[in-house]
């Protein structure tokens, strides 16, 4: 198993302004993934994180709007740049539990960005 | 890349009854299919998965079937209690893909009592 713990839990926004969310789990993994869940939707990948490399980005989502940072192996964090609010939403990071690339995948418990 | 689709988005059933969610990929390659959980304002958490290689998995009052040839799968939930009601995803992924886990849209799942 995995325990992940985000920061913020929450958070209200100002249109325009940037955020970053950190998310720590507590063992070493190789890939970190970042969700993003819209209100009463599902869950939409926006990049897959991996330490000592570029973040690889899911289509409609780019590194300007979403630049990912991923210093070490059990740390990484997503800022939301520039936001509207078309950007509240339930940030997600999830990490595999099986040496961090296979098996169930566990998810922290969000950070809920609301902007006005 | 792949794609799957759930349904229904919504199920409304009586207490003690079977509630079914449907769902249908695209990419054949996919060999692993799991479902998560999420309750309000909670975080997504397995229920339960299945890998290519069988056609049914169970776990007390949840099953799960999939059938390679049509590319679809289903959660099966019996005796459904009160506790049962959520969202419930399901997912798809393969491992050549990073195991990067597609999602369906959800089925919320309300349990009359």
């Known amino acids: 198993s995995a325990v992940i713990s985000q920061k913020p839990s929450r958070d209200i926004c100002q249109r325009g302004t940037s955020l970053t969310i950190q998310c720590q789990v507590d063992?070493?993994?190789?890939?970190m993934f970042w969700y993003r869940q819209q209100p009463g939707q599902s869950l939409t990948l926006i990049a897959t994180a991996n330490q000592g490399s570029e973040a690889t980005y899911e289509s409609g989502f780019v590194i300007d709007k979403f630049p990912i940072s991923r210093p070490n192996l059990t740390f990484s964090t997503l800022t939301v740049s520039n936001m509207s609010p078309e950007d509240s939403s339930i940030y997600l990071c999830?990490?595999?539990?099986?040496?961090?690339?296979?098996?169930?995948?566990?998810f922290g418990e969000g950070s809920r960005l609301t902007v006005l | 890349g792949e794609n799957v689709e759930q349904h229904p988005s919504t199920l409304s059933v009586q207490e003690g009854d079977s509630a079914v969610i449907k769902c249908t990929y695209s990419?054949?390659?996919?060999?692993?299919f799991p479902w998560y959980k999420q309750e309000l304002g909670k975080r997504p958490q397995l229920i339960i998965d299945i890998r290519s290689n069988v056609g049914e998995k169970k776990d007390q009052r949840i099953a799960v079937t999939l059938n390679k040839t049509a590319k679809h799968f289903s959660l099966h939930i019996t005796e459904t209690q009160p506790e049962d009601s959520a969202v419930y995803f399901c997912?798809?992924?393969?491992?050549?893909?990073?195991?990067?886990?597609?999602f369906g849209g959800g089925t919320r799942v309300l349990v009359k009592p």
């Open positions: 997912a798809a992924s393969w491992y050549a893909a990073g195991n990067k886990l597609t």
């Open positions: 063992s070493q993994v190789t890939m």
């Open positions: 990419d054949s390659a996919s060999n692993y």
């Open positions: 999830s990490v595999f539990g099986a040496a961090g690339v296979t098996g169930e995948l566990f």
